[in-house]
């Protein structure tokens, strides 16, 4: 089974800007891998914030934004608020079943 | 508005089986592919399996196949997750999933339920 990576914390400022990746180590994620990202907040459950690698729900904020960088897939945030701290899941597909990363703590302060 | 609501967790022995469902409401139920999601408390999220809209279509990590079955019943707007043989490695919280199409192979989770605690323990 793959390995999907994310950072394990990453910090930013409120209002700044930040750059969460998610890696694949069967190679370079490209659009087949339909990378989908999830907040999570202590205590509830996830919510559904890009799919298809840049695609957003009705309810993600404008400040959230989803790319391919480097090989990776990217979740951009720019302009952080308090609110936005969280854990933050990537998921890709795979032949054989998709596969969450470990998750990023992203901490505004 | 999309309502997932989960039940059917609780404490269970090694080895034992138990079954988990999800309520539905707020969408067409079989215009959807769904999907049941665990998270190990205070871990990262796994994705256990998925369903296609007809149940024609299902899928499994590998960590569970052979031991779990997804299932649904569209004319009750209802998820099922059979589980048998637990280990104390199944202990988590299970989230059911709507996913955004009507196959699950993707997966595309949508809308979450609250989750249900299954605490695998002798």
């Known amino acids: 089974q793959a390995v999907v990576t994310q950072e394990p914390s990453l910090t930013v400022s409120p209002g700044g800007t930040v750059t969460l990746t998610c890696g694949s180590s069967t190679g370079p994620v490209t659009s087949n891998h339909y990378a989908r990202w999830f907040q999570q907040k202590p205590g509830q459950a996830p919510t559904t914030l890009i799919y298809d690698t840049r695609n957003k729900r009705s309810w993600t904020p404008a400040r959230f934004s989803g790319s391919l960088v480097g090989g990776k897939a990217a979740l951009t945030l720019s302009g952080a608020q308090p609110e936005d701290e969280a854990d933050y899941y990537c998921l890709l597909s795979y032949v054989a079943a998709p596969v969450f990363g470990g998750g990023t703590k992203l901490t505004v302060l | 508005e999309v309502y997932l609501e989960e039940s059917g967790g609780g404490l269970v022995q090694p080895g034992r089986s138990l079954r988990l469902s999800c309520a539905a409401s707020?969408?067409?139920?079989?215009?959807?592919?769904m999907h049941w999601v665990r998270q190990v408390p205070g871990k990262g999220l796994e994705w256990v399996a998925g369903i296609s809209w007809d149940g024609d279509s299902v899928g499994y990590a590998d960590s569970v196949k052979g031991r779990f079955t997804i299932s649904r019943d569209n004319a009750k707007n209802s998820l099922y997750l059979q589980m048998a043989s637990l280990s104390i490695k199944d202990t988590a919280v299970y989230y059911c999933a709507k996913d955004l199409k009507t196959q699950w192979q993707v997966a595309r989770p949508d809308s979450w339920g609250q989750g249900t605690l299954v605490t695998v323990s002798s």
């Open positions: 707020g969408f067409t139920f079989d215009d959807f592919g």
